[in-house]
């Protein structure tokens, strides 16, 4: 049975350092930000907190990662159960503090989350941890201690994606979550130590990401820094890691295209991509915002567009009929309407939407989902990655003109490419400059590895690429 929720499991203020709860010097509040509203608060850890948890997993370290792949994946369903039984805790805590709509918390945030978590449960069992080349056995070993500094946006998936890969590959792991979204990863802590797992092997230090961040990344006792966030803050965070010559795997930022061919179903694909490039209210890494389409075509596209923009509802995310919420800070609004406002006054056309507040909502932070056209390739709203509910549409002259604007762009995360004929959309597909494609709508893997090319990344996420990310090799010669 699943335990109600409730508002005490919001109010936090303690750390979860070698298996037990310490109590912060201060706390900080959590925002919903649809209302704008104070529902809880967190921990704000400093740095010997981080000291503390980083020293708990090194002294975790040799028992975690000699353990027997069984004994890890048996915990690790043993921590399946326990989110599975929270999960509607879970889903609650991410509607209120990211505020996603109901159905995208359930879906996208958690029950994705939890299907990758019990993915890496099985893979612990299967994954080679042992291969022969010729005369040398190769071995894959636990690459030590973990720091994970995980988003705002997707606050219970990107935790997952990276603990489930860290703990079954026998690493132990500290995770300093977003400021704004702790309520979720609190959750995820509680659900650890139900589920036994050992103390120091799964650490929680929240807390400000200049000052947690920083000495998590710098920190010597730290084999592997996992973050995704920003494109600046990662080339900081890469710095960082580069004094003691440690790992960084960065999952960035992206201005990802989906590509619409001449003899694509023209209504299926602006529809989907409409509806991808805004999921989660446009913040999502890979969204695909950038929409490039036959020239031919381009009119009937944006008439597609408005289309099913004006199909979707923004509102209340606690209500199960809304599609898309607000964004996750007044700051973040602030920066999605700079760049509205900077394209129109560039001479670009607005379809739908706009940088006006809507006038239903006087209070949280939303924004009107807003579709753009007839801006130049090299206009800030094309390149920059605006993270908002934003998407810009583009005309292209055939396959190689849309490849070369599908690869003008310093990022590479992710993109989609639509035909009537899978060869020709295959290949398109592998030669747009990024990490991973999807092809006429195909769902997604959660066992495929993901990540960036160029400003997007380093290293890549989910399934046993993911899970190899955190192991080092050692070749023995026989």
């Not at 994946?73 to 509607?88: I, P």
């Not at 890969?165 to 990863?185: D, F, H, N, Q, W």
């Not at 130590?193 to 730290?222: D, K, M, N, Q, T």
């Not at 996750?328 to 900077?342: F, L």
Request: aromatic letters at 6%; one cysteine or more.
């Amino acid at each position: 049975m699943t335990a109600p929720t409730t508002v005490a499991l919001w109010q936090r203020d303690a750390a979860l350092i070698d298996g037990a709860w310490r109590t912060a010097a201060t706390t900080v509040d959590v925002h919903d930000p649809a209302t704008e509203a104070s529902i809880g608060t967190s921990a704000s850890c400093g740095v010997a907190d981080v000291d503390a948890a980083v020293s708990a997993a090194r002294t975790a370290l040799p028992a975690w990662s000699t353990a027997s792949p069984e004994a890890r994946a048996d915990v690790l369903d043993a921590l399946v159960a326990e989110l599975r039984n929270r999960r509607d805790d879970l889903v609650a805590a991410t509607v209120a503090e990211v505020g996603a709509p109901l159905g995208v918390a359930r879906e996208a945030h958690i029950d994705l989350g939890i299907e990758i978590m019990a993915d890496f449960a099985e893979m612990a069992r299967t994954f080679e941890w042992q291969t022969t080349i010729g005369n040398s056995r190769i071995l894959r070993r636990a690459a030590g201690v973990v720091a994970a500094i995980t988003p705002w946006n997707y606050p219970f998936y990107q935790l997952v994606a990276k603990a489930g890969a860290a703990l079954a590959a026998g690493c132990p792991i500290v995770v300093k979550p977003a400021e704004l979204t702790p309520l979720s990863t609190y959750l995820f802590a509680d659900a650890a130590i139900a589920a036994g797992v050992p103390a120091g092997v799964f650490s929680l230090v929240p807390g400000a990401g200049r000052v947690v961040g920083s000495a998590l990344a710098e920190h010597s006792g730290v084999d592997v820094v996992s973050f995704t966030g920003s494109t600046g803050v990662g080339k900081t965070i890469a710095v960082a890691a580069a004094q003691n010559i440690k790992r960084a795997c960065l999952e960035l930022g992206g201005k990802s295209a989906s590509v619409i061919l001449d003899d694509a179903d023209l209504d299926e694909a602006v529809r989907t991509s409409v509806a991808a490039g805004l999921l989660n209210s446009g913040q999502t890494c890979s969204a695909w915002s950038r929409l490039l389409v036959p020239r031919g075509r381009y009119e009937d596209a944006l008439t597609i567009a408005a289309d099913a923009v004006a199909a979707m509802r923004v509102g209340d995310p606690t209500d199960e009929a809304t599609d898309l919420g607000p964004v996750i800070s007044a700051a973040q609004r602030a920066s999605i309407v700079s760049a509205i406002d900077g394209a129109l006054a560039r001479g670009a056309r607005l379809v739908c939407g706009g940088p006006d507040p809507l006038p239903e909502f006087p209070g949280g932070h939303f924004v009107a989902p807003t579709v753009l056209a007839d801006l130049q390739a090299d206009d800030p709203a094309v390149r920059d990655e605006i993270f908002g509910p934003v998407i810009v549409v583009l005309p292209h002259d055939g396959d190689d003109h849309a490849v070369q604007l599908a690869n003008d762009s310093e990022y590479g995360l992710a993109g989609a490419v639509w035909s009537g004929d899978t060869d020709r959309a295959i290949a398109v597909a592998s030669r747009i400059d990024t990490g991973q494609v999807d092809v006429n709508g195909a769902p997604f893997n959660p066992r495929a590895p993901f990540g960036g090319w160029k400003a997007s990344g380093l290293g890549r996420e989910l399934g046993p690429v993911g899970l190899e990310e955190f192991t080092e090799i050692t070749s023995i010669q026989l």
